[in-house]
C-alpha cells in the first residue's frame, strides 16, 4: 500500500494546533509507515501539491490570503480536516467580530505604538470584515475540536483516517478542550 | 388527613414505570435513571420550559413535549431519544453558540459548562449557522462578582434562584426575543444593585455568564447542588 499523502496548513491560528501536531513525539515514527507530509510549514515544500489525501487546516479564514488558500487546498484534497477551534469555530482570532478590523489596526499599529504610527499597506494581506470558519468558505470533511485538538486526538484521528476505520470524534475532544 | 396518592402508570423508552399524579416526565424519568438532556432546568428551582432541549415524544402525537413542565397521564408512552430528537437538540445548542460569542478556551467556565458539556454529549462538532458576534456588554461593578453577556444563553435560572430563593428578585429580562438581556434591578450596574450578594445566582448559571471574580477556569466548577438541601431545610421548618 502506497503511503497517504498529508498536508497540514496554517491560517488564523496561533500554531498550536500545529504544536500539538508535534507533540505526538515517537508516535510521529509510527505514522510515518503510513503517511507522507507532502506539504505543511515544518516542511519544505513551497506550493500546494496536486493531489493530497488528508489535508488538516489550523486557523479561521481572517485575510483574503486565508480565503484564496483554503480554496486552493480545497481543491487539490480528498479529505479536508478543521483542526482546532480556531478552524472549527473561529475561536480567538473571531473575537474582533463585534468590533471589526479597523478596531484592531488601529489597536496594534497606532494606539500601541510609539514611533512609525501607520497601518501597513503592503505585506500584512487585507483582513476581512469577519474572521469565519473554514466551513463557511468550503466544504469540511472532519471537524476537530479543542484548542488545540490533543496530540491523543491527533493520533488517534490520523490512524483512523489511514486505516480506514470510523472515529467517534465527540468521545475524543470538544469545544476548548 | 392526607390525599389518596393517584398512581399513573406509563412507559417510557420501552421500560413501565408508575409515578403520581402531577410529576413532571423528566421526574420519573430521572426517578429510573433515564437520561433526558437539560439546561433551563436546576433541580431546586420552578420550571420554565425556556431551552427546549428536554422535548421528548409522545407516541400518538406529532407535537413534541418538553419534560421539564409536561406532566404524566396514564397510559403514556415517552421516547427520549430519537433521531429526530438528538437533530433537535443539536440545533438548539448550534442556536445557542450562534447567538452570542462562545469562545470556550478563553472562557471562566471552560470544562465545567454545561452549554459545552451538552455540546459534546449530544456529539455537536461545529455549528452550521454563521455566527452573529453581537457587541454586548461586560459588568464588572460588583465588587465579588461579573456578568459577561457574551455567555448568556437566558435560561433565567439567576432569575428564578434570586427570586424564589433568595427572595431579592434582582435579576430580571429586559427586552424582547433576540434583544433580550438578563439585568439587575431596573438596568442599573449589578454592583450598584440591591444585589445581597448571597452568590447563588452565580452558581446555578450553567455558562460562564456569571462567576466569581478570581475564582475562574477548570479548579473553580460551580455548585447548583445546594438547591434541593436548602428547600428541603425550609420545608422541614
Ligand atoms: S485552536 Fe487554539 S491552539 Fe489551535 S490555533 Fe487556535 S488558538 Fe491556537
Ligand atoms: S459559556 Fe460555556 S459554551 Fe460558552 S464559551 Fe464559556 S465554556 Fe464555552
Ligand atoms: S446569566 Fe447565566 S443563569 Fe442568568 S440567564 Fe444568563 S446563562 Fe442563565
Ligand atoms: S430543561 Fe426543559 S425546556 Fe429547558
Not at chain 1, 34 to 51: M, N
Not at chain 1, 142 to 159: D, E, K, Q, R
Amino acid at each position: 500500500m502506497s503511503k497517504l499523502k498529508v498536508a497540514t496548513v496554517w491560517l488564523d491560528g496561533c500554531s498550536g494546533c500545529h504544536m500539538s501536531f508535534l507533540d505526538m513525539d515517537e508516535r510521529l515514527l509510527e505514522l510515518a509507515e503510513l503517511i507522507e507530509i507532502v506539504y505543511s510549514p515544518i516542511v519544505d515544500a513551497k506550493e500546494f501539491p496536486g493531489e493530497v489525501d488528508i489535508a488538516l487546516v489550523e486557523g479561521a479564514v481572517a485575510s483574503v490570503d486565508d480565503e484564496k488558500k483554503i480554496k486552493k487546498v480545497r481543491a487539490h484534497t480528498r479529505t479536508l480536516v478543521a483542526m482546532g477551534d480556531c478552524a472549527v469555530a473561529g475561536n480567538v482570532p473571531s473575537m474582533r467580530n463585534p468590533f471589526g478590523p479597523e478596531a484592531i489596526l488601529n489597536r496594534a499599529y497606532i494606539e500601541n505604538t510609539t514611533t512609525q504610527q501607520q497601518i501597513p499597506c503592503v505585506v500584512v494581506p487585507n483582513l476581512l470584515k469577519v474572521v469565519r470558519p473554514i466551513h463557511e468558505f468550503v466544504k469540511v470533511d472532519i471537524f476537530l475540536p479543542g484548542c488545540p485538538p490533543s496530540a491523543n486526538t491527533l493520533y488517534t484521528v490520523l490512524t483512523a483516517l489511514a486505516t480506514g476505520q470510523p472515529v467517534d470524534i465527540s468521545s475524543l475532544t470538544r469545544f476548548g478542550a | 388527613m392526607t390525599d389518596a396518592v393517584e398512581v399513573k402508570t406509563l412507559i417510557i423508552d420501552d421500560q413501565e414505570v408508575s409515578a403520581r399524579r402531577g410529576q413532571t416526565i423528566l421526574e420519573v424519568a430521572r426517578e429510573h435513571d433515564i437520561h433526558i438532556p437539560t439546561l433551563c432546568h436546576v433541580e431546586g428551582l420552578s420550571n420554565v420550559g425556556a431551552c427546549r432541549l428536554c422535548l421528548v415524544e409522545i407516541k400518538g402525537s406529532n407535537k413534541l413535549l418538553p419534560a421539564c413542565v409536561a406532566t404524566v397521564f396514564e397510559g403514556m408512552e415517552v421516547v427520549t431519544n430519537s433521531e429526530r430528537l438528538r437533530r433537535h437538540r443539536r440545533t438548539i445548542l448550534e442556536l445557542l453558540f450562534a447567538e452570542r460569542n462562545h469562545i470556550c478556551s478563553v472562557c471562566v467556565s471552560n470544562g465545567h459548562c454545561e452549554l459545552q458539556t451538552l455540546a459534546q454529549e449530544q456529539g455537536l462538532t461545529h455549528v452550521r449557522m454563521p455566527y452573529r458576534n453581537p457587541q454586548l456588554s461586560v459588568d464588572a461593578s460588583h465588587d465579588r462578582f461579573t456578568a459577561d453577556h457574551n455567555r448568556c444563553i437566558l435560561c433565567t435560572r439567576c432569575v428564578r434562584v434570586c427570586a424564589e430563593i433568595e427572595g431579592a428578585h434582582v435579576w430580571d429580562v429586559m427586552g424582547r426575543g433576540i434583544n433580550s438581556i438578563v439585568i439587575t434591578d431596573l438596568h442599573q450596574d449589578w454592583g450598584s444593585s440591591t444585589c445581597t450578594r448571597c452568590g447563588k445566582c452565580v452558581q446555578v448559571c450553567p455558562t460562564g455568564a456569571l462567576f466569581e471574580k478570581s475564582k475562574i477556569g477548570t479548579d473553580n466548577p460551580k455548585n447548583p447542588d445546594f438547591l434541593p438541601y436548602l428547600n428541603l431545610m425550609r420545608e422541614a421548618r
